[in-house]
């Protein structure tokens, strides 16, 4: 027997209600900007993190936080030693 799959209208009002209630994300406070942070990783920082490079850890941390709240951390005036804090920080609200 194979499991009935939820109707597209179920999953997308789900995750909207999710989206409300801030489950699914954590919040992280980095150089005084709050982000919000989604618990399953878009597949674009996944697949930054796969190919690796030089950039890999940057495109991915870019593709977790969006390309607002990206802007919000480099305006704080990030750099590579915040971008490293910032990582950290997330892999510990993840739990890696």
């Known amino acids: 027997m194979t499991a009935r799959k939820a109707p597209a209208k179920k999953a997308a ?7 409300a209630n801030d489950e699914g994300f954590v919040t ?6 709050t982000l919000r942070i989604p618990l399953a990783l878009p597949s674009a920082a996944l697949d930054a993190w796969m190919d ?6 940057r495109k991915a941390l870019r593709a977790m936080v969006g390309p607002e709240q ?3 951390l480099l305006d704080a005036g990030m750099n590579a ?11 510990e609200h993840l739990g890696n």
């Open 13 to 19: 009002t789900a995750a909207r209600e999710a989206e």
């Open 70 to 72: 990206w802007q919000r």
């Open 52 to 57: 690796g490079g030089k950039w890999a850890n």
């Open 28 to 33: 992280i406070d980095h150089l005084g900007v």
């Open 81 to 91: 030693n915040d971008e490293a804090e910032l990582d950290e920080k997330i892999a």
